[in-house]
């Protein structure tokens, strides 16, 4: 029976026609390196004018000799390697594309960060339907074309070599032809200003080489900070902190939130109500603050370490940290620490010194035996109020790490919190930016209720409690979440909250009110802080003082200006005034 030649079976056999692996590797490159990454070439061609249409027509350039050098080196290894590497790179790109076309996010070494220290839930949370449908049609289906498509490769090995060099050869010409060119435009602009190494920049802004460069970045950081890691200074060697008051009965709960901005909130001028219990509160001091990273991972590295003590280099920044957190100075200091976390960033958990901590899964273990196990922040309250019954006396930190406002918003809080209507219900539901405001503003809702709360546990010991969130969030039509390189990031995912609360009977402690009072002149005067003064403020705050520059009045919430200079007794028991600050 003779078949009918279809456009079908045309179609299926030139799947099976065998092609040359170079010619096989320009079609992956130009999949890749210019189907992929087509919105952000359209973006710059409209954004840039006629001048920009010849850097674009240059950058697909630049993007497609990237991938084919990347699958080129791949084929060293085999034909088998090498589909499994062009396999590879294509799903991660069309993962990264989705959000870079549909949420304009930048896919850099913060946001591979924040993969890397993300648990799976969250991630789930973030996709939806509408990424499964796009990864069949955009990685799908080309996935089953290139694999179906027989590879030939030569028989001898030397003339393989010798194909595979000239590509590479190729390559690296076509990369230093793009190089030269995008020197022409690196000229002084008007306001005596030289622009960034375009070339840099191709690389931090395409498909793959966003994700590849940004991977290696941040094996290498976390490699070389686990190396640092070993020899962190403790601060109690580096600095000398003597108490003013005696806090053996003292309890400091700190709680980090999740990508909450202080403009979201009306104790810190939102005009909807969303923290109306925390403004009741009559101790409550607020600040408009500044995060020192937009992810997770990276804020919780540089929040609690002193200013100085997390180096920054390179661009994308990245982050070195040469000095242990405030929670192992305050243990050194005889604290004793229980923590307890909504998320599993138990790298930084390990970092705490803390003497028990329980994550989401432990938790919420617990909660199952009385009813349905549910992620919600409130459980971390009851976790809270049995810590500090097994230390009733005192002298202990209790530190919360909460889900907050990480987006899928609406499970961030019970329905009777869904306050603000309509709501952004899933990731797939093409939400307005009202509903993703009135989920958002719902979060804020429900942190509000989790501190007044932690309040009411605490009202009648003497205690501290600080709340400040790890970074902020983009929500609107031009980028959405965070993650956002620091350096060129949205001041919304770097604008947080910082909050303080004291209990009555902490106040009737002099130094400590006195400390507390000059916060609350600071909220009037200078209402913004940043998250590199946490550590000397939590210090300064518990009537801590350092003769040797422990302790700067800058960074001091709770510092005055009578405070300059600090009386330390020395060991011939004669008392004299010792500056303590290193800049005002």
Not at 98 to 116: K, L, R, S
Not at 146 to 151: N, S
Not at 427 to 455: A, G, P, R, V
Request: hydrophobic share 45%.
């Amino acid at each position: 029976m003779r078949i009918k030649k279809t456009f079908p079976i045309g179609v299926y056999q030139y799947l099976l026609s065998p092609v040359q692996d170079w010619i096989w590797m320009i079609m992956v490159s130009a999949y890749v390196g210019i189907i992929l990454n087509f919105p952000i070439f359209w973006r710059k061609a409209q954004l840039d004018g006629e001048l920009g249409l010849a850097v674009v027509l240059t950058d697909i350039c630049f993007a497609f000799f990237i991938c084919w050098a990347l699958f080129t080196l791949a084929s060293l290894l085999g034909k088998r390697v090498l589909k499994m590497a062009a396999i590879a790179i294509l799903l991660i790109s069309t993962i990264a594309a989705y959000y870079i076309w549909f949420f304009h996010v930048v896919i850099g070494y913060g946001i591979i960060q924040a993969t890397f220290g993300t648990e799976l839930s969250l991630l789930a949370e973030s996709t939806g339907f509408t990424l499964l449908i796009f990864l069949i049609v955009f990685a799908g289906i080309p996935t089953f074309f290139f694999l179906k498509k027989p590879i030939i490769i030569y028989k001898s090995r030397s003339t393989r070599y010798l194909v595979m060099g000239f590509c590479i050869l190729i390559a690296v010409l076509g990369l230093k032809g793009v190089d030269s060119y995008y020197h022409k435009f690196r000229i002084p602009l008007t306001n005596g200003r030289m622009p960034a190494n375009p070339f840099g920049v191709a690389t931090h802004s395409y498909l793959p080489s966003n994700w590849v460069a940004a991977t290696a970045m941040a094996i290498g950081n976390n490699l070389v900070n686990w190396q640092l890691e070993k020899d962190l200074q403790n601060p109690n060697d580096l600095f000398k902190f003597t108490e003013t008051a005696n806090l053996d009965d003292v309890y400091l709960v700190f709680v980090i939130g999740e990508s909450a901005r202080f403009d979201r909130m009306s104790l810190l001028g939102s005009a909807r109500e969303t923290t109306p219990l925390l403004q009741k509160e009559k101790n409550v001091i607020s600040y408009k603050g500044t995060s020192c990273n937009t992810v997770t991972k990276l804020s919780l590295d540089c929040m609690f370490v002193r200013e100085g003590g997390v180096e920054e280099k390179g661009i994308p920044i990245q982050q070195f940290v040469h000095e242990q957190n405030l929670f192992k100075t305050l243990k050194k200091l005889g604290f004793s620490i229980d923590l307890f976390a909504m998320q599993a960033e138990t790298r930084f958990y390990n970092k705490v010194g803390a003497d028990s901590y329980k994550i989401r899964e432990e938790i919420c273990a617990e909660a199952s035996q009385q009813e349905d196990a549910v992620i919600d922040d409130y459980l971390l309250v009851e976790q809270t109020s049995r810590s500090i019954d097994r230390h009733p006396k005192g002298r202990h930190v209790v530190l919360l790490h909460t889900k907050g406002s990480h987006f899928l918003y609406t499970n961030r809080y019970p329905r009777s919190f869904a306050k603000f209507r309509p709501e952004c219900a899933s990731i797939d539901s093409n939400c307005s930016k009202e509903q993703l405001y009135n989920s958002y503003d719902n979060t804020i809702l429900y942190t509000d209720y989790l501190l007044d709360s932690l309040i009411d546990v605490l009202r009648d010991k003497k205690a501290l409690l600080i709340y400040t969130s790890d970074h902020g969030e983009s929500i609107n039509n031009d980028m959405h979440f965070h993650g956002t390189p620091k350096h060129i990031a949205p001041i919304e995912q770097r604008n947080v909250p910082v909050i303080l609360w004291a209990s009555d009977a902490l106040l009737a402690i002099p130094q400590l009110a006195q400390g507390l009072e000059n916060a609350r002149k600071k909220q009037l005067t200078a209402p913004e802080v940043q998250h590199e003064e946490i550590f000397e403020s939590v210090l300064g705050c518990l009537g801590y003082q350092s003769a040797n520059n422990g302790i700067r009045l800058a960074n001091n919430w709770c510092g005055s200006r009578d405070d300059d200079f600090a009386k330390v007794k020395t060991e011939d028991g004669f008392v004299k005034n010792l500056p303590y600050r290193i800049h005002l």
